[in-house]
């Protein structure tokens, strides 16, 4: 699945970009919308981008899943050095490592929530100026048919492209 970044400058040309895109085949679970202030979007009815894409929340806990499972091997590594038999104490190893992945998970959403997500890094001063980021989930199929419907709005200018994909090895969550 493809992400297609869209900026437009006012609110009226969000709205006939949006309704656009929904008329050719696209659902509104596939457009997103930020803007400074969200408040206006709702108003307006138009699908707004949730706390998911617009923090680091997934990303940044899927970075400390990562990390909690080598600090988690780690330590029962420390654990069959110390002695301890894994025929005997199989639970303790177990137990410190759904302990260490899951404070390691919930660590880095914690930290990820309040991070802008990572992907949205190079919009942060038009989104400050007061433009609207429109984004556009497509099948990497009807990507084409998507950017020629965007080209007939003059007033949604491209912004860039990438996958939905998230990289928990992405070195802002590192």
Not at 99 to 122: D, P, Q
Request: charged share 15%; hydrophobic share 45%.
């Amino acid at each position: 699945m493809q992400r297609l970044y869209y900026l437009t400058k006012t609110l009226q040309a969000a709205e006939h970009v949006t309704s656009d895109l929904l008329n050719h085949g696209l659902f509104k679970h596939q457009l997103h919308l930020i803007a400074k202030n969200d408040g206006e979007l709702e108003q307006h009815h138009l699908p707004t981008a949730s706390p998911l894409e617009t923090t680091d929340i997934l990303p940044a806990g899927e970075g400390g899943l990562v990390i909690g499972l080598v600090v988690g091997a780690c330590a029962c590594l420390g654990l069959y050095a110390y002695g301890l038999d894994i025929k005997t104490y199989w639970m303790a190893y177990v137990g410190l490592m759904v302990l260490c992945t899951s404070f390691f998970t919930w660590l880095g959403g914690f930290i990820g929530i309040g991070l802008r997500h990572y992907k949205l890094g190079m919009f942060k001063d038009e989104l400050d100026a007061g433009s609207i980021l429109v984004m556009v989930d497509t099948p990497t199929e009807r990507r084409t048919a998507v950017e020629s419907l965007m080209a007939h709005h003059p007033d949604a200018v491209a912004a860039g492209s990438g996958s939905t994909w998230n990289n928990p090895l992405h070195p802002a969550h590192l």
